[in-house]
């Protein structure tokens, strides 16, 4: 049985919060995503963005504006967004993405209108429905019906999510670049070498050489990044 309460303790080492102001923090529902790669809507409106104080405020917020997170709107303080995940505050015009830092750590980046509406989507794996129909699944957790194959695991999906449209497939491929999203090299983006196996070779801005898992590359472009990744 899942508890309602989680200790700010034992949270995920991904999320930066103070772990002695309270004893508590929000639990995030279950979704797609890994436990490391999501947190509480909550907890980024009130204790990364600061637009609120306390959870009392936070709900006030969700239910009296429109909080978007990829197009839906959020009214649920414990709803998980997710690396690559969309967070639009119309009262504020202000749009942000959460991806994963040189610290291994959950962060916010600000998005530009024409990012806004964009989700990178990983595919982990095909069903062939009945019909024939093709369904395309993604680490996310979220799915996609296509009538056309042109998908393989690994690849990455540039996605408008109010156009419901697919605007690009980036193929995991020699040349590509990739955002290290675990191990060692975390929140890197390199250029991929080889893959052997279950495993990558990638080299960095600095000519070096290295080997990571495939399990944490995402492929975010060809010769440069289709979204802004910058760390400020």
Not at 93 to 122: C, F, G
Not at 157 to 173: G, P, R
């Amino acid at each position: 049985m899942v508890k309602n309460h989680l200790k700010r303790l034992n949270v995920p080492t991904s999320w930066v919060i103070k772990k002695k102001s309270n004893v508590f923090i929000t639990r995030p529902k279950p979704c797609g995503h890994v436990t490391d790669h999501c947190m509480p809507i909550n907890v980024i409106l009130r204790d990364m963005l600061k637009i609120g104080k306390t959870t009392k405020e936070i709900k006030h917020i969700l239910f009296n504006n429109d909080v978007l997170v990829n197009g839906k709107k959020r009214d649920d303080v414990k709803f998980a967004m997710g690396f690559m995940d969309v967070l639009d505050i119309k009262i504020l015009n202000e749009a942000y993405r959460l991806i994963i830092n040189h610290k291994n750590k959950l962060v916010t980046i600000k998005v530009d209108e024409k990012e806004k509406n964009i989700l990178l989507l990983k595919v982990k794996n095909k069903t062939l429905l009945k019909g024939g129909k093709l369904q395309v699944n993604f680490t996310d957790g979220s799915n996609l019906l296509v009538e056309k194959d042109e998908f393989k695991v690994n690849d990455v999906v540039v996605f408008d999510f109010v156009k419901k449209k697919v605007q690009q497939i980036l193929k995991l491929e020699k040349g590509c670049l990739i955002y290290i999203v675990g191990g060692r090299y975390v929140g890197g983006v390199v250029k991929l070498e080889s893959i052997k196996d279950n495993e990558i070779v990638f080299r960095t801005d600095d000519n070096e050489v290295f080997t990571t898992s495939l399990r944490y590359a995402f492929v975010v472009g060809k010769d440069k990044p289709v979204i802004n990744l910058n760390q400020e």
